[in-house]
């Protein structure tokens, strides 16, 4: 009988409990100490030892023969080689393209979560190695948040520190009465934050303020993005109408008297102008609560209503990160603060504003007490970069210009371009353009754990080890607790750890000792505790070595700031604290952005209705998709998990569709069906539910892109939003991804519908 053992894991989702046997993770269960473990964890046995794992180096057929044209990337076979030949092919390609180019040729902006663990960071990993051989091209921000990476610091402030310090729970348990939630909280959502979370506590904490009496609204086109215990008023409105909602409760707000100007005029500048735009005197058009229904749907009553109670009490407004990933997603943040400054109670507990409540499962419930301890990435000699979600607009046009934070700059010529740990095929905005651009670069290098469409579109795939397979430590961006990661299991066929590769590469590169300083992965993993021990001893925390903590169990530490209120210090003594804008207060009107001049973002937040609909395309493709994350996966990863693949309807991802849409189109329950637009088309499975809004089709992120090449549009059979999503950005403020607002149709699959490929493996080939 082979022997069974128990060993700790961190993922992304939380702290895991593995059982293996025989050499192979058999399940994952979460820790006993987890209050809410997520089941995502089911899906690691299946996926780890899954049919789509890269098991040999393997170099795309039509490259290798030296005429990469001959068959686009994404549709050619490979041939596996060897490890030394793939490093020798790397080797020989980064030394041309660094002669010929110069390093502004490689772009390894490497966007994505890749997995769990402080060492074998796959983008830390990457970007390290390749500032030894004298940098790459970047990207700038993300798709989670990037719109408020790039307009907070105009208005309020750097984003990322707010988050941290948001208000906590306990502290909106006992003082709120209402939380205003524009586009819900979702508890699927809560199951992660980055780098790891030891206890999901969000659920305890809602149903706290729950029994504390306070009232939630749920603004969402979802009745589930609020959680069933919270009993909240569900409150749907047209999606990516929010800035006109925010505007309508403002105009009641300030025709009933039920604003506050002493702190408008204390701790903000720029009310004046709003508040012409609010009353038409600047446009001629009163953003009262009718003009706000003909833009939301949602019935003016109900929006004077709401305003009226927002001013009756401790009112917290809270803007879900997917509110701007939408068109013009700055505007909806920006009048929420303006909202809430009119309320008068930021800075005070459970009053106020927050933008991320629910994109994480730590905002407003926990923070790591001090920095971990992590590798350093060197530094990158080449200071270009693209915003994140320019990838297909860089591949595209390269030398082209773009407006950015009020710059007009110019896109580099990427000639290599290296992905380590994401998944640009399932996370970029319209696949079958990002396909295309794909075609452009001389060279794709993409390292995987799995078969993903992005490993397909490479010339070059490395095999590498899951964090399953590694030794190696977790403890979350966000969270208080440091998890052992013993290693459970032997990489996979011939994949191996990334830190390796690279060293080997740095071999030929002639700077082994510049990457390596001498060490294996097993010293950096002791020099990077030691570092997190000092750190953690400079503020009274008393870690063991690395050996005791490796063979121990979670090691909690205390929430540095259990009782914190968003922004008191600054209402407090706004001299002593003032704001980092430029005025040092909350800017309402921002004479920074004005002065860009842009169309697409003024001086103040104001409306602009959706870009498809803005376009007349609201007829021909009359349903608004929406496309958030998925409860069963963490985006693309583990799809092909037992978790993720329950949940598919006729093999396909779930698309929920109300009775009445469906009906409409004579679709039932469990059909397979066509969604459709302009720019592409999937298959998916029918969830017929009135949990959605009338109007809106929701379908999850990250069903593996499966492109059927001989069909219309290249039609996925599988059921990947961003086929559908258009690639244009929020604005040209902070070029952010806008995947929220799409329009599309959807009819029922006659025929046959094509099996699902997208979890086997590419077709393998003999060498040329
Ligand atoms: N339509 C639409 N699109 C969206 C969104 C949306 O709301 N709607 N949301 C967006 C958001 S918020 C995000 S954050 C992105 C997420 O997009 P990504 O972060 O790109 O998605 P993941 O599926 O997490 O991709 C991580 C990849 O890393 C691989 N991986 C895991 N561990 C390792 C490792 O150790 N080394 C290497 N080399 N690889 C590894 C996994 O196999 C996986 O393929 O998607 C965005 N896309
Ligand atoms: N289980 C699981 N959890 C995750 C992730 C995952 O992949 N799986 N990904 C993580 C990541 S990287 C991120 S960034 C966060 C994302 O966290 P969020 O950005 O908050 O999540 P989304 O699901 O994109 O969007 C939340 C909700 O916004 C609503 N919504 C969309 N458009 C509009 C609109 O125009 N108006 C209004 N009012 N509502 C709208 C949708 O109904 C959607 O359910 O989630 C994290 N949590
Ligand atoms: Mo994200």
């Keep these: 009988m082979s022997e069974r053992q128990t060993k700790l894991t961190a993922s992304h989702w939380g702290v895991g409990l593995a059982t293996i046997e025989g050499g192979r993770v058999v399940s994952v269960a979460g820790h006993p100490a987890d209050p809410a473990a997520s089941e995502i964890n089911a899906n690691i046995p299946g996926s780890l030892h899954g049919r789509a794992r890269v098991r040999r180096p393997a170099v795309r ?53 890749s997995s769990a663990g402080r060492f074998h960071h796959a983008q830390s990993q990457l970007k390290r190695f390749l500032n030894t051989i004298g940098g790459f091209v970047r990207s700038e921000g993300n798709y989670s948040y990037n719109a408020a990476l790039g307009l907070m610091p105009h208005i309020v402030g750097p984003y990322r520190s707010h988050v941290a310090q948001a208000t906590r729970w306990p502290v909106i348990a006992k003082h709120a009465d209402l939380v205003v939630m524009f586009g819900g909280m979702a508890l699927r959502n809560t ?55 925010m505007l309508g409760l403002a105009h009641t707000l300030l025709r009933e008297g039920l604003h506050d100007p002493a702190f408008l005029a204390r701790y903000t500048v720029g009310f004046d102008r709003i508040e012409a735009y609010l009353t038409g005197a600047a446009d001629g058009v009163a953003k009262d609560a009718d003009w706000a229904e003909a833009q939301t749907g949602v019935a003016a009553e109900r929006i004077r209503a709401l305003a009226r109670r927002m001013a009756a009490g401790r009112t917290m407004i809270s803007v879900a990160a997917g509110v701007q990933r ?137 095999p590498v080890a899951a964090a399953q397979e590694r030794t190696d430590f977790g403890a979350g961006k966000s969270d208080n607790a440091l998890v052992p990661m013993p290693r459970l299991v032997a990489p996979v066929g011939e994949a191996r750890v990334e830190y390796d590769i690279y060293a080997d590469l740095a071999a030929r590169l002639g700077v082994a000792e510049d990457f390596t300083e001498g060490k294996t992965a097993d010293g950096w993993l002791h020099e990077i505790w030691e570092l997190t021990r000092s750190r953690g001893r400079e503020k009274g925390f008393d870690l063991p070595d690395w050996e005791s903590f490796l063979a121990g169990d979670v090691i909690a530490l205390d929430d540095p700031s259990p009782d914190q209120v968003f922004l008191a210090g600054y209402r407090a003594d706004l001299e002593a604290h003032p704001l980092p804008t430029p005025s040092g207060r909350i800017e309402i009107f921002s004479e920074t952005i004005a002065g860009f001049d842009l169309p697409d973002c003024k001086g103040h937040p104001a409306w602009f209705p959706p870009r498809d609909l803005a376009a007349g395309q609201g007829a021909a493709y009359p349903l608004a998709l929406l496309s ?123 025929g046959t519908p094509p099996p699902v490929e997208a979890h086997d493996p590419p077709a393998f080939d003999a060498a040329p």
Excluded at 194 to 222: K, Q, W, Y
Excluded at 225 to 231: G, I, S
Excluded at 377 to 397: C, H, K, Y
Aim: aromatic fraction near 8%; include cysteine.
């Design 191 to 245: 199951q992660v934050s980055d780098g790891g979370v030891s206890r999901h506590r969000m659920a305890g904490n809602l149903a706290a303020c729950v029994e504390n009496g306070v009232s939630f609204v749920n603004i969402s086109p979802l009745r589930s993005d609020a959680a069933e215990v919270l009993r909240a008023e569900w409150m749907p409105a047209r999606p990516g109408s929010d800035t006109a909602l």
């Design 61 to 113: 057929k039509s490259w290798l023969a030296g005429r990469p044209g001959a068959v686009p990337r994404g549709q050619d076979s490979f041939v596996e080689v060897s490890w030394e030949r793939a490093l020798d092919l790397i080797a020989a390609e980064l030394t041309r393209v660094r002669a010929a180019h110069g390093n502004r040729g490689i772009f390894a902006g490497s966007y994505g979560w």
């Design 628 to 750: 958030g994350q998925p409860k069963t996966r963490l985006h693309s990863q583990l799809d092909n998990g037992a978790y993720s693949l329950s949940h598919k309807v006729a093999g396909r991802e779930p698309v929920l569709i109300h009775p009445e849409d469906a009906q409409a189109r004579g679709i039932a329950e469990g059909a397979v069906v066509e969604l459709y637009n302009a720019r592409g088309r999937c298959l998916a499975g029918a969830r017929v539910t009135d949990e959605v809004h009338p109007g809106c089709v929701f379908l999850w992120t990250g069903a593996w892109w499966d492109p059927d090449f001989a069909a219309p549009q290249a039609r996925d059979r599988h059921g990947n939003p961003n086929v559908l999503t258009h690639d244009l950005r929020t604005s040209s403020l902070t070029q952010s991804p806008a995947a929220h607002s799409a329009r599309v149709e959807v009819r029922r699959f006659e």
């Design 326 to 462: 939408t068109d013009y997603g700055e505007q909806p943040m920006w009048m929420a603060v303006t909202l809430a400054a009119m309320l008068g109670q930021i800075g005070l507990p459970g009053g106020g504003y927050t933008v991320g409540y629910g994109v994480n499962a730590n905002i407003g419930n926990i923070e790591r007490p001090f920095r971990w301890g992590t590798i350093s990435q060197g530094v990158n000699p080449v200071t270009d970069f693209i915003p994140v979600a320019m990838i297909s607009e860089m591949l595209l046009n390269p030398g082209g210009s773009y407006r950015y934070q009020g710059e007009t700059r110019t896109f580099p010529e990427a000639r290599l371009v290296w992905w380590a740990g994401g998944n640009p095929f399932h996370h970029h905005q319209d696949l079958n353009r990002l396909h295309r651009a794909f075609q452009t670069p001389d060279t794709v290098i993409v390292n995987e754990v799995n078969w993903t469409a992005t490993a397909r579109h490479a010339d070059i795939v490395l």
